[in-house]
C-alpha cells in the first residue's frame, strides 16, 4: 500500500463533493468521538487500531482519510494500518481541530474533554498537589520532577505514556461495537465500529 498523504480540510470536502467514495477513520478516544464527531466518520479508538486491523482490511474497500484532534494519533494510526489492505491512506491535516476551524459541521453529543486536555490537567495537578505537598514533605518535589522529565521525554520522542493510560480509563472507553458491525454494513451509531 502507498504511504499516507496528507489532505486538507478543502481537499477532504472537493473528494466528496466531486461524489467519490471516501471513509473518514476517527481514531480519537470513545469518549472524545462521543463529544463530537465528522457525521458519517467510522471510529476505532487508536488503541484499538491493531487487533481490529484485519476486520478494516475485509471491509474498507474505499480510500481512507484518518482524522484524530490535531493530527499527531493520525500518524500513528497511519504506522499501524499501513500494512492493512486498503486502497489509499491518507491523514486530514489539523485533525478535527481544522475541520472545526474550516467551519464544517460536526455531530455532537455528550461533552467530554480531549484527551490532550485530560493529560494537561492531570499532568497540572500532580505538580501543584506535589509542589504545595512539598511545604510540608519536601521530597514530593520530586514528584513534580518526574512528572516534569515525563512531559519532556514526551516531547521529545514525540510519544504520550500519560496519554495512553488515561485513554484506557472507563471515561474514555465506553461500550465497542461487535466486531462484524463493519463487515454486516450495520453501522448503528454506537461507539467503537461506528458510523456517525
Same mark, same amino acid.
Given at each position: 500500500?502507498e504511504?499516507?498523504?496528507?489532505?486538507t %480540510?478543502?481537499?477532504?470536502?472537493?473528494?466528496?463533493?466531486?461524489g467519490n467514495?471516501?471513509v473518514?477513520?476517527? +481514531?480519537? *478516544?470513545?469518549?472524545?468521538?462521543?463529544?463530537?464527531?465528522?457525521?458519517?466518520?467510522?471510529? %476505532?479508538?487508536l488503541?484499538?487500531?491493531?487487533?481490529q486491523?484485519?476486520?478494516?482490511?475485509?471491509? @474498507?474497500?474505499?480510500p481512507?482519510v @484518518?482524522?484524530?484532534?490535531?493530527?499527531?494519533?493520525s500518524?500513528?494510526?497511519?504506522?499501524?494500518l499501513?500494512?492493512?489492505?486498503?486502497?489509499?491512506?491518507h491523514?486530514?491535516?489539523?485533525?478535527i481541530?481544522a475541520?472545526l476551524?474550516?467551519?464544517?459541521?460536526?455531530k455532537?453529543?455528550?461533552?467530554?474533554?480531549?484527551l490532550?486536555?485530560?493529560?494537561?490537567?492531570?499532568?497540572?495537578?500532580? +505538580? @501543584? *498537589?506535589?509542589m504545595?505537598?512539598?511545604?510540608?514533605? $519536601?521530597?514530593?518535589?520530586?514528584?513534580a520532577?518526574g512528572?516534569?522529565?515525563g512531559?519532556?521525554?514526551?516531547?521529545?520522542?514525540d *510519544?504520550?505514556?500519560?496519554? *495512553?493510560?488515561?485513554?484506557?480509563?472507563?471515561?474514555?472507553?465506553? $461500550?465497542t461495537?461487535?466486531?462484524?458491525? %463493519?463487515?454486516?454494513?450495520d453501522?448503528?451509531?454506537?461507539?467503537g465500529? %461506528?458510523?456517525?
Amino acid at each position: 500500500m502507498e504511504l499516507a498523504f496528507i489532505l486538507t %480540510v478543502e481537499d477532504v470536502k472537493q473528494y466528496l463533493q466531486a461524489g467519490n467514495e471516501l471513509v473518514l477513520l476517527d +481514531v480519537r *478516544t470513545a469518549a472524545e468521538f462521543e463529544s463530537l464527531h465528522i457525521a458519517g466518520s467510522l471510529h %476505532v479508538a487508536l488503541d484499538q487500531l491493531a487487533q481490529q486491523s484485519q476486520q478494516l482490511s475485509a471491509t @474498507l474497500k474505499a480510500p481512507v482519510v @484518518l482524522v484524530c484532534r490535531s493530527g499527531q494519533r493520525s500518524q500513528q494510526a497511519a504506522n499501524i494500518l499501513q500494512h492493512v489492505d486498503v486502497p489509499s491512506l491518507h491523514i486530514l491535516d489539523g485533525g478535527i481541530q481544522a475541520w472545526l476551524a474550516a467551519g464544517e459541521t460536526v455531530k455532537r453529543g455528550r461533552q467530554r474533554w480531549a484527551l490532550e486536555r485530560q493529560v494537561r490537567g492531570v499532568a497540572g495537578g500532580i +505538580v @501543584l *498537589t506535589s509542589m504545595l505537598g512539598s511545604l510540608v514533605w $519536601p521530597r514530593l518535589r520530586w514528584v513534580a520532577a518526574g512528572i516534569g522529565a515525563g512531559l519532556t521525554f514526551s516531547a521529545l520522542t514525540d *510519544t504520550c505514556a500519560m496519554g *495512553t493510560l488515561l485513554s484506557k480509563l472507563p471515561y474514555n472507553r465506553l $461500550p465497542t461495537a461487535a466486531p462484524q458491525a %463493519v463487515a454486516d454494513g450495520d453501522l448503528r451509531e454506537h461507539n467503537g465500529l %461506528v458510523n456517525g
